[in-house]
């Protein structure tokens, strides 16, 4: 974790710091479109995030996030987006306790499973999808 941190701005650990405890301390701040994003979007949106943290902090903490959530780099991305990233890194991704398996199964068990089977379109009726046209190989 040092090394993450050594060679940018205790002002760069600073800003992001606070983005990150407003996150954490009320989910809820980390959607697009909360109240959070929105004032940090009023105050800062007038410039995109590379010009608030230093070129250090861009290409090491806000490029991945910015190119993994947005397909964008720093320079095109505002702060008013950047509240629903940071919760993306605070997220836990709920996994499965015994991975897909046993959600697997319970497919096979629920619905008629069809195997070498190609999808050739969907079924209709009065406008809606009845059914899928399958073609086996």
Not at 39 to 53: E, G, K, Q, V, W
Not at 85 to 90: A, D, G, I
Request: charged share 25%; net charge positive; hydrophobic share 40%.
């Amino acid at each position: 974790m040092l090394d993450l941190a050594r060679g940018v701005s205790a002002k760069d650990i600073i800003r992001f710091g606070e983005i990150l405890w407003r996150i954490k301390s009320n989910e809820a701040n980390g959607y697009l479109g909360s109240q959070y994003s929105r004032t940090l979007a009023r105050r800062y949106d007038n410039l995109p995030l590379n010009r608030y943290f230093s070129p250090e902090f861009c290409r090491r903490i806000i490029r991945p996030m910015s190119v993994r959530m947005n397909g964008a780099e720093p320079d095109e991305v505002y702060m008013g987006n950047i509240a629903s990233n940071v919760r993306m890194l605070l997220d836990t991704y709920e996994q499965f306790k015994h991975g897909l398996a046993p959600l697997l199964n319970g497919f096979l068990t629920r619905y008629e499973v069809h195997l070498n089977a190609a999808t050739e379109g969907l079924l209709l009726k009065e406008g809606r999808v009845t059914g899928v046209r399958v073609r086996y190989a």
